[in-house]
């Protein structure tokens, strides 16, 4: 069964602190994994697709890597804007997307 | 480019009774999935529907049926509401990549008194 963790369940930086989140994830066969920032009330917004191990991608100060077990979403020098719950997600051969529980991250001036 | 729309963005319904919610997806995404999100359960896999056809279920009771439309837009329908259906209902339409992003919309809270 494919499953999806994440950690930790909530991380509290300061303004311009960099840190990582961590996704470890078990799949039979990766499509693609995953990365989301949903803010409060409202739906997850895609960030990046990562498809094979040692693919990076990059976007404003995040940077989303992957390897054959688990996918790291740095963020570097944070903004308060940043801080939202950050959902890691998995869709393997068998189609479903699997998600994890998220991250909730927040950001203090 | 339009997002994904759903509507209504918020009910409020009470036991007993029966819900439908609706979601238009991005234009020309053929596939619609819907999940249920809830504090303590996360983000859950209701169903996928693609080109009006169920691809896939997830495990949730009978009480929870969808349907999809030729034109994509799609309804998900809950019957004889119980108190643990309050949730954030989330519509999302998958992109044309290889792996198939999700795109959500903005998501339906419905409360059950």
């Known amino acids: 069964e494919d499953q999806v963790t994440q950690s930790p369940e909530a991380l509290r930086l300061q303004e311009g602190e960099s840190s990582s989140l961590n996704c470890s994830y078990t799949v039979s066969g990766l499509r693609g994994l995953f990365w989301y920032r949903q803010d409060p009330g409202k739906g997850p917004e895609f960030l990046f697709t990562?498809?094979?191990a040692g693919e990076e991608k990059e976007k404003e100060r995040l940077k989303a890597t992957l390897t054959k077990k688990e996918s790291f979403l740095h963020i570097t020098a944070p903004k308060p804007e940043d801080s939202a719950t950050y959902l890691c997600?998995?869709?393997?051969?068998?189609?479903?997307?699997?998600f994890g529980p998220g991250t909730r991250l927040s950001v203090l001036p | 480019k339009a997002g994904v729309t759903q509507t209504p963005r918020y009910l409020i319904k009470t036991r007993g009774q029966q819900v439908t919610l609706s979601c238009s997806p991005i234009?020309?995404?053929?596939?619609v999935s819907w999940y249920q999100q809830t504090p303590g359960q996360g983000l859950q896999f209701l169903f996928e529907y693609f080109s009006e056809t169920q691809r896939n279920k997830g495990n949730f009771p009978g009480r929870f049926s969808g349907r999809q439309f030729s034109n994509s837009r799609s309804e998900m329908n809950v019957s004889t509401l119980e108190l643990g259906d309050s949730a954030l209902y989330l519509c999302?339409?998958?992109?044309?990549?290889?792996?198939?992003?999700?795109?959500f919309g903005e998501g339906s809270r419905l409360t059950v008194l």
């Open positions: 234009s020309g995404h053929r596939s």
């Open positions: 990562l498809y094979s």
């Open positions: 997600a998995v869709r393997g051969y068998g189609q479903n997307f699997v």
């Open positions: 999302a339409s998958m992109g044309q990549d290889r792996a198939g992003e999700l795109f």
